[in-house]
């Protein structure tokens, strides 16, 4: 089992439409976790940091549930730009390692 | 904000010659960098992680005569891949933290990446 599991999608939706994204972690030790996104053929970069039960930051929230080991990200209001690929990142608790899940696809069409 | 920059962006070259990959850090001392390898469609996996003034620690499976690191001072991290064959080509990718631990408010900034081609 993988430690850190998407659903890879692809996730088609329209323009203005909330959309939500789980993945799961398997290292019940890991504290900290991010969620990133990647264009194609780009660097990923930080979309958020979630530690507590989770934040918010615009039009973005991400939550943690601890018991049943799995981060969300929401989105509302989609936008063209926000087309890309969303990687769940765990924090491999003690060792100063990110652990990326494979990611999931979001198309957002007009 | 924190930047890394990644030198060449894309390389294609000859099976059996070597590549090298070059990451700095523009505006922070990075006392850890770390290197990943992305294939299509499939998740950053880590290569190693390089110290400022030693050794690197490689991944399992990684092989460290192969993928040479070099992390000589607090700005600059080197990759190179020696006698590179067609399965190497991939997107490889480094990122910095200006922390020797990486934690929730101290996230990794990523290079813009480099994609190896070994024809």
């Known amino acids: 089992r993988k430690e850190v599991e998407q659903d890879p999608g692809p996730f088609n939706v329209p323009e203005g439409a909330t959309v939500a994204f789980n993945c799961t972690y398997s290292?019940?030790?890991?504290?900290?976790f991010f969620w990133y996104r990647q264009d194609c053929r780009k660097e990923p970069k930080l979309l958020m940091s979630?530690?507590?039960s989770g934040n918010e930051d615009g039009r973005f929230t991400a939550q943690l549930n601890r018991a049943s080991q799995y981060i969300s990200l929401l989105i509302r209001d989609s936008k063209l730009s926000d087309s890309a690929t969303y990687l769940c990142?765990?924090?491999?608790?003690?060792?100063?390692?990110?652990?990326f899940g494979a990611g999931t696809r979001l198309a957002v069409h007009p | 904000g924190a930047v890394v920059s990644q030198h060449p962006s894309w390389v294609i070259c000859k099976s059996g010659t070597s590549v090298k990959i070059e990451c700095r850090s523009l505006?922070?001392?990075?006392?850890?960098m770390f290197w990943y390898r992305q294939f299509p469609k499939q998740s950053l996996m880590l290569m190693a992680t390089?110290?400022?003034?030693?050794?690197?620690?490689?991944e399992q499976g990684v092989e460290k005569d192969k993928f040479l690191i070099n992390h000589a001072s607090l700005t600059l991290s080197t990759l190179t891949v020696t006698s590179a064959h067609p399965e190497d080509s991939s997107f490889y990718i480094c990122?910095?933290?200006?922390?020797?631990?990486?934690?929730?408010?101290?996230?990794?900034?990523f290079g813009n990446g480099t994609r190896l081609t070994v024809t």
């Open positions: 979630v530690y507590s």
């Open positions: 390089s110290n400022e003034g030693s050794k690197a620690t490689y």
């Open positions: 990122s910095a933290s200006g922390q020797p631990v990486v934690a929730y408010n101290s996230p990794l900034h």
């Open positions: 290292n019940s030790a890991s504290q900290s």
């Open positions: 990142v765990s924090l491999s608790g003690g060792y100063n390692k990110l652990i």
């Open positions: 505006d922070f001392q990075a006392t850890t």
